[in-house]
T-cell receptor, first 112, second 114 residues
Framework: DVKVTQSSRYLVKRTGEKVFLECVQD?????MFWYRQDPGLGLRLIYF???????EKGDIPEGYSVSREKKERFSLILESASTNQTSMYLC???????????FGEGSRLTVL | AQSVTQPDIHITVSEGASLELRCNYS??????LFWYVQSPGQGLQLLLK??????LVQGIKGFEAEFKRSQSSFNLRKPSVHWSDAAEYFC????????????FGAGTILRVKS
């Protein structure tokens, strides 16, 4: 079974803090994704990576950056957290090309 | 632009009743489609997928979906709902022509009455 592990299930941060959300997968998948989930908006793609050291902007990249130094790890960074970044963040992986995504359990971030 | 619409934000059905969740898409390319389910506090789990071939696809937990190209729809069905099916359901669409990025619908929350 594919396992996608998000390091923190719940975080509470203050406005202006730097926030790191980490995602690790154990199936040697090429593709990794970060989504943001908000009620009534579904999942929106923040950033994705189709290979190590490669990253591309998704639909809502503003205020976020990512890092993929190793194949199994994809980090989402909020350089200066703001209250409008309070949300559920979901990491997903895919073997490559068209195919299903495998999701982590999510990280619920609250920014005060 | 690609878009996915799930017209129903909430649906309530009685246990044992049939279920249909709607999904419509707008794509300028040949799509492939998924249905995912999310239980409270959890990530998303794949229910079923369609890439090509038979337009009626079977998934886990007794779910099925039918791809109708003429209607740009991929509706999810289950003949008899169980209380454990209460969750949020997401339709997702992708296409090779768009870099295989998936676009998700806004989700439908299913409530099951006993």
């Amino acid at each position: 079974d594919v396992k996608v592990t998000q390091s923190s299930r719940y975080l509470v941060k203050r406005t202006g803090e730097k926030v790191f959300l980490e995602c690790v997968q154990d199936m040697d998948h090429e593709n990794m994704f970060w989504y943001r989930q908000d009620p009534g908006l579904g999942l929106r793609l923040i950033y994705f990576s189709y290979d190590v050291k490669m990253k591309e902007k998704g639909d809502i990249p503003e205020g976020y950056s990512v890092s993929r130094e190793k194949k199994e790890r994809f980090s989402l960074i909020l350089e200066s957290a703001s209250t409008n970044q309070t949300s559920m963040y979901l990491c997903a992986t895919r073997a490559g090309g068209p195919g299903e995504l495998f999701f982590g359990e999510g990280s619920r971030l609250t920014v005060l | 632009a690609q878009s996915v619409t799930q017209p129903d934000i909430h649906i309530t059905v009685s246990e044992g009743a049939s279920l249909e969740l709607r999904c419509n898409y707008s794509y300028g390319a040949t799509p492939y489609l998924f249905w995912y389910v999310q239980s409270p506090g959890q990530g998303l789990q794949l229910l079923l997928k369609y890439f090509s071939g038979d337009t009626l696809v079977q998934g886990i937990k007794g779910f099925e979906a039918e791809f109708k190209r003429s209607q740009s729809s991929f509706n999810l069905r289950k003949p008899s709902v169980h209380w454990s099916d209460a969750a949020e359901y997401f339709c997702a669409v992708g296409a090779m022509e768009y870099g295989n990025k998936l676009v998700f619908g806004a989700g439908t929350i299913l409530r099951v009455k006993s």
